[in-house]
């Protein structure tokens, strides 16, 4: 019983040897006193130390078992604890996976990334800030936990974070642990409005290249991450960067989608609006791809060729113009097209007993490899009859005056030839004037005449290669007299060796005539009048000056219409029908050239006008 008691109680003092048990000591006195009494021979003795020594050792060892099952409930406790957070970082960690498979918003997949990490590391504060480069290297904070308005501004530039520009601009772009005293730590608390102390930086990489970070920071606990912390932190740190580059990627597509839709939204509308205008144009457009194959048409030029918007579609512009017999039309249309050369102004053709003004111009064409050809058809015919009907009637009266004037020139050669020898001073200055009247009256009639064929395209040019600086010569030569009695001056500056141009002797003498005899005939007494012919790139200029009273510079259009003739002191008194400067325009016209004028009232004027050059230089006499 002894050795039992002694046992129990040794056993028991072993368990709680970090403690003192009074009870166990008290027993053990008791059992060691009652042995001794024993072995003196007092047997009653030893038996009262085992009856108080036993209950002794049961109070003790009943305490004992009850501080046991609290250390054990205490670690059950803790244990569990541990278990739940675990459990609720890795539903957290979890939850965000799951929302960077669903979602493909940047801002939700970062808050629900910046969640997860805090309860994932069971860190105080998380920032998620993503890099972007331009114009400089900027952090642009798009995630805060706890959830709170992100700094203003969101952008902040990254060199005023040293802690995360170490990262970031690093070759290897790892993780990096600060702790509290380590440089750049105050800014970064700063930054996410918290206190200092240990943090995490990881940076989130998707294909070689920073994305962003991701910070974790225990400011208020100030507690050191483990290593496990560190580890799930940069494992998922790779998920959010891959999750944050897909999202990227879709809002980029999701961008460039949108755009293309507006852009394919406004080619519609300014296709309907092209269509609206087409549609509405008066005058004919038929647009030609690069083979002459027709591709878009409005009502108007169906209305004016007689075809159907079934027919037209698919010819090409041989089948249009041929079947008019229009060969020659087609011959000239087709080989300025393929020189890339506008048609000559005023070029008409008939198609259907119809006068149409015809123009063309290249167009590129999206659906066409090449370029293409718009062609104008203006309808014509009501203003071609008119024309025809004014210039047949001119053209008669012309013709019909001319035979009384001859009659009178036949009865003043007459009156020269066998009367004059009996007539008074008196009346051989009367018979003067009239020969002078009826000269002046002759060439009235001869340039209404000239501009009528001219008009009604009765005069056909005779063309032929020529000098026109010898032509200009011979015109100076011929005019120098009647300057000369007006008390002016005429010179000329003509080019040596001026190109060759094809054209018609006759219709260029006419229109170099007038410009000179105009500036002749309206010039001031004791003024003067420059002739000059020079070459120009391809072409040939004529120019002439004079020393007059000048025009306007908003009158200038008027001056080559038809029948014009300004008001002015030195016009008063002055013959003419105002053909001059028209008939010079219609002939260079004719030529494929072009006429201008300038001129400032009290400075004088400048008329002029080119043709194209056909060859080389030639030589004249100057």
């Known amino acids: 019983i002894n050795v039992v008691l002694y046992g129990v109680v040794a056993a028991s003092l072993w368990r709680q040897r970090r ?73 957290a960690l979890l939850r965000a996976s799951t929302t960077f498979l669903t979602q493909s918003s940047v801002a939700t997949i970062l808050y629900e990334a910046a969640e997860g990490v805090a309860l994932g590391v069971d860190a105080d504060g998380v920032l998620i800030a993503l890099l972007d480069e331009q114009p400089e290297y900027m952090l642009r904070v798009r995630a805060l936990y706890p959830p709170r308005p992100l700094p203003n501004p969101t952008s902040v530039p990254l060199r005023s974070q040293p802690a995360i520009a170490n990262v970031v601009q690093s070759a290897l772009a790892q993780q990096v642990v600060l702790a509290p005293s380590q440089r750049g730590i105050h800014s970064l608390a700063l930054l996410m409005g918290s206190h200092v102390g240990p943090a995490i930086v990881q940076p989130m990489v998707g294909h070689g290249r920073v994305l962003g970070v991701i910070v974790a920071l225990n400011g208020r606990s100030r507690r050191a991450f483990t290593d496990k912390e560190l580890q799930v932190l940069e494992a998922f740190g790779a998920q959010v960067a891959a999750a944050v580059e897909n999202a990227l990627l879709d809002e980029v597509i999701e961008k460039q989608t949108r755009e293309l839709a507006e852009l394919l939204s406004a080619r519609e509308e300014e296709a309907s609006r092209r269509a609206a205008i087409l549609e509405s144009i008066a005058d004919g457009v038929i647009v030609f791809d690069d083979h002459e194959q027709v591709v878009v048409t409005n009502p108007a030029a169906r209305t004016i060729l007689g075809l159907s918007e079934a027919g037209l579609p698919g010819m090409n512009l041989r089948e249009i113009l041929c079947r008019e017999n229009q060969l020659d039309d087609y011959a000239t249309i087709h080989s300025l097209i393929e020189g890339g050369q506008p048609l000559p102004p005023g070029f008409k053709v008939t198609w259907n007993s119809k006068t149409v003004a015809v123009s063309v111009a290249p167009v590129k064409l999206a659906s ?96 032929a290669p020529l000098d026109v600086g010898q032509l200009a010569f ?148 100057n």
């Open 19 to 91: 403690e003192r048990s009074w009870l166990l000591l008290a027993a053990f006195a008791l059992l060691t006193l009652g042995s001794v009494v024993g072995a003196a021979g007092w047997a009653e003795g030893t038996l009262a130390a085992r009856l108080v020594a036993f209950p002794l050792v049961t109070v003790a060892l009943m305490q004992l078992s009850t501080r046991e099952l609290e250390n054990i409930r205490s670690e059950l406790v803790s244990f569990s604890e541990h278990s739940l957070r675990q459990t609720q970082q890795l539903l």
């Open 368 to 463: 066409a490899k090449g370029h293409g050809t718009v062609m104008v058809l203006h309808d014509m015919t009501q203003d071609a009859e008119v024309d025809r009907l004014k210039s047949e009637f001119v053209s008669v009266v012309s013709h019909e005056l001319r035979s009384p004037f001859a009659e009178l020139d036949s009865s003043m050669q007459l009156i020269r030839r066998y009367g004059l020898d009996q007539w008074s001073p008196e009346q051989r200055q009367q018979l003067e004037h009239l020969t002078d009247g009826l000269k002046r009256t002759r060439t009235m009639i001869n340039n209404l005449v000239t501009f009528a064929s001219f008009v009604s395209k009765q005069g056909q040019l005779r063309m």
């Open 474 to 621: 011979e015109i100076v030569q011929s005019l120098e007299p009647m300057a000369r009695t007006r008390g002016l001056t005429v010179t000329s500056q003509i080019v040596d060796a001026l190109p060759i141009v094809y054209g018609d002797r006759d219709r260029l003498t006419e229109a170099i005539y007038h410009l000179l005899h105009n500036a002749i005939k309206f010039n001031r007494s004791g003024g003067s009048v420059f002739l000059s012919c020079r070459a120009a790139s391809d072409d040939v200029v004529v120019e002439v000056t004079d020393t007059g009273v000048g025009i306007s510079p908003e009158k200038l259009p008027e001056i080559w219409k038809d029948f014009t003739q300004l008001a002015d002191p030195l016009r008063r008194g002055v013959e003419g029908l105002g053909l001059g400067l028209p008939l010079v325009r219609y002939v260079v016209r004719a030529h494929g050239g072009q006429v201008w004028a300038r001129s400032q009232p009290g400075q004088g004027s400048t008329f002029g006008f080119y043709i194209p050059a056909a060859g080389g230089p030639a030589g004249h006499a």
